[in-house]
């Protein structure tokens, strides 16, 4: 009995006959996934799979090793991979990575459509499941990974990691503690992230002739629970983001980035925006298109602004009040007092740790769906055209039965939530 | 009448160069033009009435490569523009003109493009046209969608439409369709299409049948729960479901039957977290 291992491109590049040859004895064997007591398995390895092959796969199944992690590659699932197919270690279809009994975790790079319904399905048959940002495509997809993650007791991690440094911070801990702390009743902080959301590049084009599917690429499966569209390659790669079909262009596919240290930071990984509003031209039907600006308040007063800086006019704001001085200087004496007594926020736990010790990971799905939201609702201000009001607990658009549409949407069967 | 097809080459062309210099960019792009300057185009369409959207529509070709995208992007900012919330007739006038066309002689693929329309803006008034495609090979999945969306009158057409509905993919959407509405008129109908030929639709009809929360579900889940692979799976998953939604109902006996039953057969080590979750559920309903 040996362990492989792994290196990211020695994933990258295992053959079926190498993958084959693993023997050691993964913990599920042990009664891991149960939440068996850490240290029971001699192996400490996990049998591991990755769904998505193209893209980030390599780099966020290889991640897990730098967890702490020793996950072995046990099965790869693409929909391109229609010609290499052998449905033991190389797959097209989800379905039957999930059945298998020997795999412990799961990576998932697919383009985001299907990243809510794989990490659901993961979790239904008991792995856990490292996704990839951003964890869905609009609101209610998120909901459904929270309470499946809650459902099976599952550890569910999304792939952007900037909140782990960001709480690390003693300052950034301060920052939260008042802001979590019920202290300020109201606040008119106001913070205006000028980041690089890439709204042209991942933009989508509208002028391309269908062609028929490349051989390997299993469109149908591809397409999922979106509208099987007619094949046109800029639909695949890296550039889906431009569709609204499978992604929600640049703001949506790297908001999560930078949007996931701040909500932890100002304690809105519990909760949503209520009032959103942006600055965009009307938007397509079918394709990612240009925005000046987003501005989402939340119930207590906080407001977010998203700037595009590539189409239309700033928002002219600049941010104010979130300083820990500026913070501080809102509480009174005996506010600071109280503030001293509470605990500090509990450390963030990694995915390995997560993994192991069967506690929620620091980007778990609920705090995940919290952040992925702000770009979900910005985008639906930006698609309508219009200001919308949000529900944070029921997680539904007040008082626009249209706009409530691109809260759930509507999926190609078998898919659903 | 104005001339319709200059308004619609007001709206700006695509981008001439690339979004950003790169090998993954490329001319093409639509950067569309600021709100008021679209609004001046979208009241010049609204003032020639129904004609003048139906005219627009008339310019929809089948293959969709960008040679009608004016049009398209019009009729949607149309869409858009008129449920702002002042003008309720003027949206009435696009809502209906998109359901007029869908009744015409049009290509399937523009026709595709009206239930989309609609699925963004339709409302209950669209639901007969749209119904008329449920069955269709082509656009069942469009149909569904549109109605899920709409919502009011949504279950009486599905339901409607279940009986004749072909075996496969058409049937599984119509039926996980009823589930999403929580449509307590269509047991008896999910219950026989929990005993479907076809996985996926008796995958659908017992995750249906969990989510509307009747007893009568329990039976169709408990068999799911019994197969093999994937469909094990989602029978797990529609028995936990399910007495979830009976617990919550207060029919604790029926949620301790479901529960009883998964703690009791998953004796393998791989469904061990599932014994677990079912015993916790029974220590909690005592």
């Known amino acids: ?138 609101v209610a997809e998120g909901r459904a990974v929270a309470q499946a993650e809650k459902r099976y007791k599952r550890i569910f991690q999304v792939g952007t990691f900037g909140r782990f440094g960001m709480a690390r911070q003693p300052d950034n801990i301060q920052v939260r503690k008042i802001l979590t702390s019920g202290l300020l009743k109201q606040t008119e902080a106001l913070y205006v992230a000028q980041r690089n959301f890439k709204v042209k590049e991942w933009s989508g084009k509208i002028d391309l002739a269908p062609e028929p599917p490349p051989a390997n690429l299993d469109w149908d499966m591809y397409c999922g629970p979106s509208t099987l569209a007619p094949y046109v390659k800029l639909r695949t790669g890296m550039t889906h983001r431009g569709y609204w079909d499978y992604d929600g262009g640049g703001l949506g596919d790297m908001g999560q980035h930078y949007m996931d240290p701040l909500t932890w930071q100002f304690g809105l990984d519990g909760t949503a925006p209520v009032e959103i509003e942006a600055s965009a031209p009307p938007a397509h039907p079918v394709v990612a298109g240009m925005w000046a600006w987003a501005k989402l308040k939340y119930a207590n007063g906080f407001t977010l602004v998203l700037e595009s800086r590539e189409w239309g006019e700033p928002s002219g704001l600049a941010s104010k009040g979130v300083s820990l001085a500026d913070l501080s200087s809102a509480l009174t004496d005996a506010d600071k007092a109280k503030l001293k007594e509470m605990p500090d926020p509990r450390p963030l736990v990694p995915f390995g740790e997560a993994v192991k010790t069967r506690q929620p990971a620091g980007g778990n799905a609920d705090a995940a769906h919290r952040t ?32 409530n549409r691109l809260v759930n949407q509507p999926m190609r069967a078998p898919w659903h939530l | 009448m104005a001339d319709i097809n200059a308004l619609i080459a007001k709206l700006p062309d695509l981008d001439k160069s690339p979004a950003v210099k790169g090998a993954r960019s490329s001319p093409g792009r639509l950067t569309g033009p600021p709100w008021k300057d679209a609004q001046a185009i979208y009241d010049a369409v609204l003032a020639e009435g129904a004609p003048a959207i139906v005219q627009i529509i008339k310019t929809l070709k089948e293959v969709d490569d960008g040679a009608d995208f004016k049009a398209r992007y019009l009729l949607h900012g149309l869409a858009l523009y008129t449920g ?153 998953k529609a028995c936990l479901l399910l007495a979830e939604k009976l617990a919550a109902a207060g029919k604790k006996a029926d949620a301790a039957e479901i529960y009883g039953y998964l703690e009791s057969t998953r004796t393998d080590k791989s469904e061990s977290y599932v014994r677990r979750i079912a015993a916790d559920a029974l220590h909690a309903l005592k």
């Open chain 1, 372 to 403: 992925v939201c702000i770009m979900h609702l910005a985008n639906i201000a930006i698609r309508m055209g219009r200001k919308i009001r949000f529900d944070p607990v029921t997680e539904q658009v007040i008082g626009d039965e249209e706009a």
């Open chain 2, 84 to 236: 702002l919330g002042e003008k309720k007739r003027e949206h009435e006038t696009v809502v209906g003109a998109f359901i007029s066309e869908l009744a015409g002689d049009h290509p399937k693929a523009v026709k595709g493009f009206l239930i989309g329309e609609l699925q963004a803006v339709g409302g209950k008034n669209a639901g007969d046209a749209v119904a008329k495609y449920l069955t269709d090979p082509q656009l069942f999945a469009d149909a569904a969608g549109a109605l899920l969306a709409i919502r009011e009158g949504a279950a009486e057409h599905l339901r409607a439409a279940l009986p004749g509905a072909p075996a496969g993919r058409c049937r599984c959407q119509i039926v996980q369709s009823l589930g999403i509405l929580r449509d307590g008129a269509s047991l008896a109908g999910l219950q026989a299409a929990a005993e479907d030929g076809d996985a996926d639709t008796r995958i659908a009809a017992r995750w249906a049948l969990a989510n509307i929360g009747d007893a009568g579900g329990v039976k169709a889940a408990l068999k799911g729960a019994d197969a093999k692979d994937w469909e094990r799976i989602q029978g797990v």
């Open chain 1, 1 to 138: 009995m040996h362990q492989r291992k792994l290196t990211r491109r020695g994933f990258l590049q295992g053959s079926a006959a190498a993958v084959a040859a693993v023997t050691i004895v993964p913990p599920h064997v042990l009664g891991a996934q149960a939440g068996r007591p850490p240290g029971t398995a001699p192996s400490e390895t996990f049998g591991g799979a990755l769904i998505g092959c193209g893209g980030r796969g390599g780099g966020t199944f290889g991640q897990m090793k730098g967890m702490g992690l020793n996950v072995v590659s046990l099965a790869r699932c693409d929909v391109k991979f229609k010609d290499t197919c052998d449905n033991k270690t190389i797959y097209t279809d989800f379905r039957r990575v999930v059945e298998r009994k020997d795999i412990d975790i799961i990576a998932i790079a697919t383009p985001p459509h299907w990243h809510a319904l794989i990490s659901i399905a993961a979790m239904e048959a008991g792995k856990d499941v490292l996704c990839e940002k951003p964890m869905t495509r609009f």
